[in-house]
């Protein structure tokens, strides 16, 4: 019952691969999305309807189109091998359930777990500080950064933090990464119980056998 609690969960993670897991929002309006496959590939989706739609959220006339300067541009990201570590984790971790027995498989179950949910959570991360330099190399017109331009506590071209603050609020978790990470601290959870039912069961058996 414990395991098959545990690899529902880690088939959840899986399927929430193709749900948006990061946004490049702006006004309420999402620019550009990724799915967890979407970072694997270092891809994202554009919404071909953002600028129309931050315009009606402006009370803009229908049609009409609006200029941010450039901040619409989706970021040109790589591989994410943070993305592509989890997935190789909770399919990994999903395959173990079955191997050994149950206390094994338990422990198998955390382990993965724990390792998934942490690779999910670097993939946003990894995500967000991607797509902050190449933000913030566009706003320094593609000049080389230095130290002091770099969007991580530097001068970002001019802007300084008011101009993080602002990148840090453009760039948005969505419901496939907290379904992702959900899955795995549920799946987690359900392998602590069964470690501790099987060591419960194992306590109980010994002063009968003595």
């Known amino acids: 019952m414990i395991m098959n609690i545990v690899r529902i969960a880690k088939v959840v993670a899986l399927l929430a691969f193709v749900l948006p897991w990061v946004a490049v929002s702006c006004n309420g309006t999402d620019?550009?999305?990724a799915s967890g496959i979407g970072l694997i590939q270092g891809t994202m989706t554009e919404n071909p309807d953002a600028a129309n739609q931050m315009g009606a959220a402006m009370g803009m006339p229908a049609g009409a189109t609006t200029s941010e300067g450039g901040t619409s541009d989706k970021p040109e990201l790589g591989m994410n091998f943070f993305a592509l570590g989890a997935a190789i984790a909770i399919v990994i971790g999903l395959g173990?359930?079955?191997?050994?027995?149950?206390?094994?498989?338990?422990?198998?179950?955390?382990?993965t777990s724990l390792v998934g949910a942490a690779l999910v959570?670097?993939?946003v991360w990894s995500f967000k500080e991607s797509a902050k330099a190449d933000m913030a190399s566009e706003q320094s017109g593609g000049a080389?950064?230095?130290?002091?331009?770099?969007?991580?506590?530097?001068?970002?071209?001019?802007?300084g933090a008011m101009g993080e603050n602002m990148l840090n609020e453009m760039l948005q978790e969505r419901i496939g990464?907290?379904?992702?990470?959900?899955?795995?601290i549920v799946a987690a959870g359900a392998g602590g119980?069964?470690?501790a039912a099987g060591n419960?069961?194992?306590?109980s058996v010994r002063p009968d056998s003595m």
Do not use: C, E, H
């Open 144 to 159: 080389a950064a230095s130290p002091s331009d770099n969007p991580f506590g530097g001068d970002m071209s001019g802007m």
């Open 31 to 33: 620019i550009a999305t």
């Open 96 to 111: 173990l359930t079955f191997v050994g027995g149950a206390k094994s498989a338990a422990r198998n179950a955390i382990v």
């Open 177 to 184: 990464f907290w379904l992702a990470l959900g899955a795995l």
């Open 200 to 203: 419960g069961g194992s306590a």
């Open 193 to 195: 119980v069964g470690m």
């Open 121 to 123: 959570y670097g993939a």
